[in-house]
Structure formats: C-alpha cells, structure tokens
C-alpha cells in the first residue's frame, strides 16, 4: 500500500516571502500521479497543482511549483511571493496510474501561517 | 456547471442514530468517491462507486457504513448506529468517465457530522 508524509505539522512564512512544504511517499509503482491540495478555512479542497510521475520536467502553476525527486520519493511544494490568501491547511496527495485505482492517498498536512 | 453538491453541510445526531449523507456529483460525472477527515488528520478514502456498483470499499468500516449510487439520485453515505468517534468531516468528490488517463477528482464541501 503507498503511504504519504508530511513532516511539517506547521510552518510560516513573512508576506511576499518564500516557502517549501514537504512530502515523501512510498510506493512500489513506476507510474503514479502527485498532486498539492489546499484547504482553507472553509474546508473546500482545492487542487493546486498535480505532477505526473513519468514527466521529468517539475510542474509549475503562477506562484506556485514542485521539486519532484522521483529515485528519493520526495514531491515538495514551493509557494514564492506569499500571501495572506495563501494560509491554509496543504494535503499533498498520491494517485496510482491506472483506472482501477482511482482513490487518493493523503498525507497528514501541513498547516501554513502567512504573516503580514 | 454547478459543482459537487453535499448535504446537509452540518448534521448532528444522537448516539444509536442514523446518519444519511447525500453527494450529487458534478454533471456528467459517473464516478464518486467518499473521503473522511477526522479532526487535525488528512483525508482517508472509504469507498469508490459507480453507478449502481460498489468498486473498491476497501477504506469503508466493516459495520454500520454503508454507501449507495443509484441510478437516479445522488450518492449516499450512511452511517447507522452512530457513535462518537465517527464525528468527522465528510467528503465526495466526482469524476468522469473512466478510460482517461487522468481523471481530476472534485470535491465537495463536505458535511460535518457530530455525535453527541
């Protein structure tokens, strides 16, 4: 089974700042999908940006990026230029590849402070 | 397009009630998940439907979960004989048609179910 962690319970970052979240993952495929969450306050999960395993090239969506080491099993999340929306609770999340298995493995998350 | 639909958002019950959770997916979308996030951890998957069938219940407890996506109507989550420690924030997300590579999975907002 994959398991993902999350190391960071907290972290903090000052306004306009940047900031890495991160996360490994166990896994015993060599196809999968990796993707970043966000939850706010309201508790909506929000998709951020996801990263498929086969592609080298790391993900980017505006301000935010990932640093995907496939051979370390590490995905982390790099939000530059923070801002005060940006707080919330961050879920980085596994897909294996094929249709079958369409759940999403979460880690524990990791609650981000912004301050201004 | 409206998006994935939950209700009631809050329920509050009784110890030994029923609780019924209702996820109308996004249209066109044949596919449902269920999600439980308990409090301060990640989301957990319980259970993948289809239309009219049950694929992968793997994360469901043995007993008194059940979880239903007929033909008409939305998906249901039920939980009978309730017990404190299934105070948790539910979730449904949808996705289309299998036999995509990637299929984005849309969350609802969740309903937060408390036991008294």
């Known amino acids: 089974a994959q398991t993902v962690t999350q190391s960071q319970p907290e972290m903090s970052v000052q306004e306009a700042e940047t900031v890495t979240l991160s996360c490994t993952y166990d896994?015993?495929?060599?196809?999968?999908?990796l993707f970043w969450y966000k939850q706010p306050p309201s508790r909506q999960m929000i998709l951020v940006i996801r990263?498929?395993?086969?592609?080298?090239q790391n993900a980017t969506e505006n301000r935010f990026s990932v640093n995907f080491q496939k051979a370390a099993k590490s995905f982390s999340l790099k939000i530059s230029d923070s801002q005060l929306g940006d707080a919330a609770m961050y879920f980085c999340?596994?897909?294996?590849?094929?249709?079958?298995?369409?759940?999403?493995?979460f880690g524990g998350g990791t609650r981000l402070m912004v301050k201004p | 397009n409206a998006g994935v639909m939950q209700n009631p958002r809050h329920l509050v019950r009784r110890r030994g009630q029923e609780a019924r959770l209702r996820c109308s997916p996004m249209?066109?979308?044949?596919?449902v998940y269920w999600y439980r996030q308990l409090p301060e951890e990640g989301l957990k998957f319980m259970v993948y439907l289809q239309k009219e069938n049950i694929i992968d219940e793997s994360g469901m407890p043995k007993e008194r979960f059940s979880a239903e996506f007929p033909k008409e109507g939305p998906s249901i989550l039920r939980i009978q004989q309730v017990v404190r420690g299934d105070s948790a924030a539910y979730f449904c997300a949808s996705s289309r048609l299998a036999g995509e590579a990637y299929n984005e999975q849309f969350f609802g907002p969740g309903t937060r179910l408390t036991v008294l």
């Open positions: 999340a596994y897909r294996t590849y094929n249709n079958a298995g369409n759940m999403l493995t």
């Open positions: 990263q498929e395993a086969y592609k080298q």
């Open positions: 249209k066109g979308h044949s596919h």
């Open positions: 896994t015993s495929e060599s196809d999968y999908y």
